[in-house]
């Protein structure tokens, strides 16, 4: 209240104020210069920029040069979409100059040109920057900044911002600290994401160490990346860094409680990437049940693929105090079995060779570390019942089928040796037809049947 209060006694200061000022500018011929300047600048800027770009075209020096007349003309070529507003600078440049030695004032042409100057570097960061957060950040953070600094507001606005804290015993938090912060963090956390990136794929080249070990060093990597640009953030901030070791006593308490199963899965990370009982590619089952193909392992936890594109985040806690089960981990090949029945009626000593022979047909099926197998397994009711071992290198399921493959497999040959596969069959006999059966008997002789 008290500084509305201010602001409505001052208010007719001010109003004088302005009044003079604009009924100044409205009889000083300086201003009326100016102002014919800016707008002749205006008219001239875009004349003069068609004709550069058509004398630019009509050399063709990005196409006709050589060496670093070629490489000048592309560099030409590149800024014709900025030769509005660079010729509208210069031009108001020039105006500067001859204002201030004509009429020995400027200051309107300067303020032009301070918004030609923005408008130049709008249309650079359109037409330069491709990556869509760059020009963001570029539009809504260089911009401004950029405009500040042009027209000569930046202090003030840093020194206004600065004032508008909040204090905590010996922390003081300011609008400015945190928007520096929330700036500076942005960039450099975008920075480290960028090189985490080529460094991983750096490292995943090294074909001379085997997969678990590239992912271990890409891990190492990026939590020393991250360590770093942390401690760049602060530095840039102005943070002294001796307050860390309070911040880590008090990190050190809340790992002790709150966080202790957040730090139990970087730990238990670090210990996978370091022992190597799983890597990216194996196939693991869970105690749960849950299985899948291992798609990342991360610090805290570790990410299963399945077969039907979901995807499981394990904690890395639970590959360290659980049971599981890796499929794939030393040898990728697996034994499956599928299962069949063949009448009474057939000469049960030909089934195993024609079965094997069959199986053998699949280009997947291996004959290391054994070849196809046809064993008796049981006399059922209906008929015997053979099952037959194979290997095969891969898992069955997702894009593989073997089991279905071979099912196929084992009917065709089974047809064309006429082997046939029995089925239920059941016979209703009636013992006398004159007398009625109970009707319990008739129930049990339908359910029979």
């Known amino acids: 209240m008290e500084y509305l209060d201010t602001l409505m006694q001052q208010w007719p200061l001010w109003r004088d104020r302005i009044l003079d000022t604009l009924l100044g500018w409205a009889t000083s011929p300086q201003f009326y210069s100016q102002?014919?300047?800016v707008v002749l600048a205006w008219l001239l800027a875009p004349l003069l920029a068609r004709i550069i770009n058509a004398r630019i075209t009509a050399l063709g020096l990005a196409e006709k040069g050589r060496g670093?007349?070629?490489?000048?003309?592309?560099?030409?070529?590149?800024?014709?979409g900025l030769m509005r507003p660079l010729v509208m600078v210069i031009l108001l440049a020039v105006a500067v100059t001859v204002l201030d030695a004509a009429v020995g004032s400027s200051w309107l042409a300067r303020l032009a040109q301070s918004a030609v100057l923005v408008w130049l570097?709008?249309?650079?960061?359109?037409?330069?920057?491709?990556?869509?957060?760059?020009?963001?950040?570029?539009?809504?953070?260089?911009?401004?900044?950029?405009?500040?600094?042009?027209?000569?507001w930046y202090d003030d606005v840093v020194a206004f911002l600065d004032g508008i804290s909040l204090s905590v015993g010996n922390i003081r938090l300011s609008l400015y600290f945190l928007l520096k912060a929330a700036v500076f963090g942005g960039l450099f956390f975008w920075?480290?994401?960028?090189?985490?990136?080529?460094?991983?794929?750096?490292?995943?080249k090294q074909e001379a160490m085997d997969r678990g070990l590239r992912e271990l060093f890409t891990r190492l990597f990026e939590i020393a990346l991250y360590f770093v640009i942390f401690i760049l953030l602060l530095q840039v901030l102005g943070v002294d860094l001796t307050a860390l070791a309070i911040f880590g006593g008090a990190l050190g308490v809340g790992l002790g409680f709150g966080l202790q199963q957040i730090a139990a899965n970087f730990i238990s990370g670090i210990i996978v990437l370091l022992e190597r009982s799983i890597v990216v590619g194996d196939y693991v089952e869970l105690e749960d049940g849950k299985a899948g193909i291992i798609k990342n392992i991360n610090i805290r936890s570790t990410v299963l693929e399945t077969f039907d594109g979901k995807e499981i985040v394990v904690p890395n806690e639970r590959f360290i105090t659980q049971r599981f089960v890796n499929w794939t981990h030393d040898d990728p090949r697996q034994r499956y079995e599928v299962e069949f029945m063949v009448s009474y009626d057939t000469d049960l000593h030909k089934v195993p060779p024609i079965i094997e022979e069959a199986v053998l047909k699949h280009p997947r099926v291996l004959t290391e570390p054994e070849r196809p197998d046809c064993e008796l397994r049981e006399f059922a009711d209906h008929g015997v019942k053979f099952g037959?071992?194979?290997?095969?290198?891969?898992?069955?399921?997702?894009?593989n089928k073997f089991s279905s493959d071979v099912l196929f497999l084992v009917w065709d040959a089974l047809k064309e040796n006429g082997i046939t596969i029995p089925y239920p069959r059941r016979e209703v006999v009636l013992l006398n037809e004159g007398t009625k059966a109970p009707a319990a008997s008739s129930a049990n002789t339908l359910a029979g049947a």
Request: charged share 15%.
């Open 35 to 37: 102002v014919g300047a």
């Open 68 to 80: 670093i007349f070629r490489r000048a003309g592309q560099l030409v070529e590149s800024l014709r």
């Open 121 to 152: 570097l709008y249309t650079a960061i359109n037409s330069y920057i491709t990556n869509p957060m760059l020009r963001t950040a570029a539009i809504w953070v260089g911009i401004p900044v950029a405009t500040l600094h042009v027209f000569g």
């Open 191 to 204: 920075l480290g994401r960028i090189t985490s990136e080529a460094g991983r794929n750096v490292i995943q």
């Open 388 to 399: 037959v071992e194979f290997w095969v290198e891969g898992l069955d399921d997702g894009p």
